[in-house]
């Protein structure tokens, strides 16, 4: 059998230069900005992304895709090595996730400047371990719930502060009856109640937290569980302290 010849369809580039390759990291980074935005992510949890890749740039002095597993076991085993777990999570996180950034959209045109093949630098051996394994969490029963909360109201006649405390009360209520979170609890407005709506009435939380980085999320949560008692209550007890103080959210009750 003959040999043919073969001949080279990829176009012939000039070798980049620095000023290239400054420009083809900025366009990419700006790219994977973009690219996280388009997600729904965040611009807090996208910013939090940018910042880790900038800081660990600036520990390396070269484009990241220039970086081997060694320069990852150097980065988390030496440079981070006393910093909290968490941090170290969430860094190794942003550039497993830039590198898949990276491969899906820019592996070709960085091996045609560079020749050199993203892959990324975290691996099975030197990536991150998280927390503490998961434990088994057991709910106190309804009884146990309900014995805690009329303890604590019987104390309310006592305590000293009695507005500060009727606010840490009736946001813990709120917590238990109806499940919201710490921080939507404090940023309850009194305007949030809305008693016309539903069987119950039903709470507006607008800073309810979102999925997987996507901000905050509004929700209607109905005032099941005698939640709307307890809220009844504060009013009765509590609510002109808002108007004297000029306060409006929960957390700035006192």
């Known amino acids: 059998m ?22 083809l990291e900025t366009d990419v980074l700006a790219g994977f900005v973009l690219a996280r935005a388009a997600a729904g992510l965040s611009d807090g949890t996208i910013s939090s992304d940018v910042m880790h890749l900038e800081q660990v740039r600036a520990w390396f002095g070269r484009p990241l895709w220039d970086m081997d597993p060694a320069d990852a076991d150097a980065y988390f085993g030496k440079v981070l090595r006393t910093t909290a777990k968490g941090t170290r ?60 909360f009329a303890g604590w109201r019987e104390e309310l006649s006592t305590c000293r502060k009695f507005a500060p405390a009727a606010r840490n009360y009736t946001a813990c209520r709120l917590m238990s009856e109806v499940g919201l979170r710490v921080n939507e609890a404090c940023k309850l407005d009194l305007a949030d109640i809305k008693w016309e709506l539903g069987r119950f009435g039903k709470l507006h939380v607008r800073h309810g937290e979102g999925a997987r980085g996507s901000g905050p999320r509004e929700r209607m949560v109905p005032l099941i569980n005698n939640a709307a008692a307890a809220l009844r209550w504060f009013g009765v007890s509590v609510r002109l302290l808002p108007v004297r103080h000029g306060k409006r959210c929960l957390s700035e009750w006192r």
């Open 89 to 148: 999570l969430a860094w190794a996180q942003a550039i497993k996730t830039y590198f898949l950034f990276l491969e899906l959209r820019h592996k070709v045109e960085i091996h045609q400047a560079t020749g050199r093949v993203v892959e990324c630098p975290i691996d099975e051996m030197n990536r991150p371990r998280g927390g503490q394994q998961p434990r088994l969490r057991i709910p106190p029963t309804a009884d146990q719930v309900s014995r805690l």
């Open 2 to 23: 003959a040999l043919a010849v073969v001949r080279d369809l990829r176009v012939a580039r000039a070798p980049a230069t620095p000023d290239d390759l400054d420009a």
